[in-house]
């Protein structure tokens, strides 16, 4: 629209940032003064002031060539992925609070069996002397003395049993909380994907869709698609054979290793080709200055000192056979199910 010479009561001078598009170039962004007229809106299009918003389009990132979508948003719904993450927490956390009780008895049992071993040893030692100060004779002080003692060997007995028969419901305990531990980081690692997902889809509307305070939120959104993008490369059966490399296992980045410079280059080549392809989707022309990680994460809580360390349980062969004979020592078998 051409501005008129003199700006009339409906006509307020404002600078306008306008975005020239040339065939094969960047967008040129361009600012230039320009007058505000009131005039009719047109089709898709907003009269600045008014309440009128334009309609974007909202394209289903699932359609899209080159953005990765993770499987947990493509064959999962949030609710499902949270109500599975819910109930694998609640699992995690009632099997780390018994075990931990556990561990907290069996410390008590264990310092008043010491107390109990003390006690005996210094009864013993007791009468013995009372015995040689009487010259043999059985003296009430001995008398007492060999009670005492008689007493601390049955209770210092009944504790040795009592903590051998928590030693294998402890090791049961710690076996089933570590195996929940790592069901319960599989299904924060699903959320995540999800979650990080959601918020660039979130912050692509928003921004993209027009909102540009959301800029930083979007491209802080985009690093976990790009490391999603070079993950599912390293971990693609068919694209890695031509390096005759297998990747069954799932190695992700440790794959590195194992190649050469060159190879590692051409991978490195085509991360970088798919990564900028999904950007091309996303239709990103600019960014800002600074980026916002989306603050979605869910993340592990602490490990109790009574738990098994990292990497302890890592055959499930062996720790399948443990587990079988732990529960053969033990008279009640405690229930694990959720």
């Known amino acids: ?49 008014t ?114 028969v928590l030693a294998p419901q402890i090791e049961y305990l710690q076996i089933h909380t570590d195996t929940a531990r790592k069901g319960l980081a599989r299904q924060q690692e699903q959320m995540n994907r999800a979650r990080t997902h959601w918020a660039l889809e979130d912050s692509a509307r928003a921004y993209l869709g027009g909102d540009a305070s959301q800029a930083p939120a979007f491209f802080g959104a985009l690093e976990p698609l790009f490391e999603r993008i070079e993950m599912d490369l390293l971990n693609n059966s068919l694209y890695m054979a031509q390096f005759d490399l297998d990747v069954s296992r799932q190695i992700g980045k440790a794959i590195y290793l194992q190649l050469s410079d060159e190879d590692t280059r051409r991978i490195k080549d085509e991360v970088y080709r798919q990564q900028r392809a999904a950007l091309g989707e996303l239709v990103l022309a600019f960014g800002p200055t ?37 529960a053969q020592q033990m008279e009640y078998v405690p229930d694990i199910t959720h």
């Open 1 to 49: 629209m051409t501005a008129p010479d003199t700006p009339t009561a409906n006509t307020a001078v404002r600078s306008v940032t306008r975005v020239i598009t040339t065939t094969a170039q960047e967008p040129v962004t361009m600012t230039t003064p320009q007058p505000t007229v009131t005039t009719p809106a047109q089709p898709g299009q907003t009269v600045p002031g």
């Open 51 to 164: 309440a009128e918003a334009v309609a974007f389009k909202r394209p289903d990132l699932n359609t899209l060539r080159y953005v990765s979508v993770p499987d947990e948003v493509r064959f999962m719904g949030g609710k499902t992925a949270r109500e599975r993450l819910a109930a694998q927490k609640a699992h995690y956390h009632d099997l780390k609070s018994r075990l931990e009780t556990l561990h907290t008895e069996r410390a008590r049992l264990i310092k008043t069996r010491d107390a109990l071993a003390e006690q005996q040893s210094q009864a013993k030692r007791d009468w013995k002397r009372a015995l040689l100060d009487g010259l043999g004779k059985q003296s009430r002080s001995v008398r007492s003395q060999l009670k005492r003692e008689a007493e601390a060997r049955v209770e210092l007995e009944q504790h040795h049993e009592m903590i051998a």
């Open 290 to 326: 600074h980026t916002t990680a989306p603050d979605v994460l869910e993340r592990l809580p602490a490990r109790a000192a009574c738990e098994a360390q990292p990497g302890q349980y890592r055959n499930s062969f062996t720790t399948k056979r443990r587990l079988n004979e732990l």
